[in-house]
């Protein structure tokens, strides 16, 4: 089999696999996830010059008491550091939050 069809076929796989764990991720919190206050801690840009990859990290407790902090799944345009924001978190993906 050619070299090139094989790197693509990884690929597509590694790719498959990446949105399943997404989705299942996504899924997870929607359904059971557990709402708290959190702070948005930072906001960092990790785009180029000519393009905007914005990820948005928030602070906040488990009902554990522990504190975590976690990437926004779905930030909003409009967040500033220091902002408080309601969440839904999973505890098995508790570094990813999603505003509600």
């Given amino acids: ?4 069809i094989i790197i693509w076929i ?5 790719f498959a696999a990446g ?7 996504k899924k997870g919190i929607i359904d059971s996830g557990i709402e708290t206050d959190a702070v948005v ?6 785009g180029m010059p000519d393009e905007i990859d914005i990820n948005a990290y928030v602070r906040f407790h488990t009902e554990e ?21 309601r969440i839904k978190y999973h505890p098995k993906f508790r ?3 999603r505003l509600i």
């Avoid at 990884?10 to 590694?14: R, S």
């Avoid at 801690?41 to 990790?46: C, E, F, G, K």
């Fill in 95 to 97: 570094n990813n939050a």
């Fill in 41 to 46: 801690s930072r906001i960092v840009d990790n």
């Fill in 10 to 14: 990884v690929f597509l796989i590694v």
């Fill in 19 to 25: 949105t399943l764990i997404s989705r299942q991720m």
């Fill in 65 to 85: 008491g522990e504190e975590i902090e976690a990437v926004l799944s779905n930030p909003g345009n409009d967040l500033k550091e220091g902002q408080k924001v």
């Fill in 1 to 4: 089999m050619d070299k090139g």
